[in-house]
């Protein structure tokens, strides 16, 4: 089957770094890609990777290492508006898989 | 920007009552999707369409249809609601070919009862 397996919940120091791991089991791969989801709110657009390597967007990276069908988001400088729920996503064959998300708790 | 519009944002109707959910992008994308999200399962896919009167099978298409007449529009038919059909639905677009980054609308959160 398809799959896509990271953490449930993460909590993190305000100010700090946190990484959000993302590993996935998929027929086909295309590339990873990483929404941002706050309560009430609909899931937007972080960042993709279709080659290994990291990807940098101002505070926030994404990494891929296709050969360990793994990457991660990394959040730097954490404010409290980034709490919120992070999907990572799979574009397998002809459509997206989406992760179950990770609950990022930020600590003041 | 990209600008996704979901018909409504809360829903209540009864069981068995045949229900609409219309969503609109007017960024002439070719790709449209239908997700579902309940607590603990995350985004699952229902139905997606990637040109007019198009559609493909998700991963849960049980107990819905969609329909795709015009480009900017999609729409998700649930035949005879049920109580296990209350959840969070979300529409989004994205452009074609790849399509990797999808946009998503505010979402209609609707109650079976």
């Known amino acids: 089957g398809q799959s896509l397996e990271q953490p449930s919940e993460v909590t993190a120091v305000e100010g700090a770094i946190v990484q959000i791991n993302c590993t996935y089991q998929t027929s086909g791969f295309y590339g990873l890609s990483w929404y941002q989801q706050h309560d009430g709110g609909a899931p937007t657009f972080l960042s993709y990777n279709a080659l290994d390597g990291l990807e940098e967007t101002g505070r926030f990276s994404s990494f891929l290492s296709r050969s360990d069908s793994y990457g991660y988001l990394l959040l730097q400088e954490l404010q409290m508006k980034d709490s919120a729920s992070y999907f990572c996503a799979v574009r397998s064959d002809d459509k997206i898989i989406f992760g179950k998300g990770t609950r990022l708790h930020i600590l003041p | 920007d990209v600008k996704v519009t979901q018909s409504s944002r809360y829903l209540v109707k009864r069981t068995g009552e045949k229900v609409f959910l219309e969503c609109v992008q007017d960024m002439d994308h070719e790709n449209m999707f239908w997700y579902r999200q309940d607590p603990g399962l995350g985004l699952r896919l229902i139905y997606f369409s990637y040109d007019v009167k198009m559609k493909e099978k998700g991963d849960i298409p049980e107990g819905y249809s969609v329909s795709r007449e015009k480009k900017e529009r999609f729409s998700l038919i649930l035949e005879s609601a049920s109580t296990n059909q209350t959840s969070m639905y979300l529409c989004?677009?994205?452009?074609?070919?790849?399509?990797?980054?999808?946009?998503f609308g505010p979402g209609t959160r609707l109650l079976v009862l």
């Open positions: 989004a677009s994205s452009l074609g070919g790849s399509g990797e980054t999808q946009y």
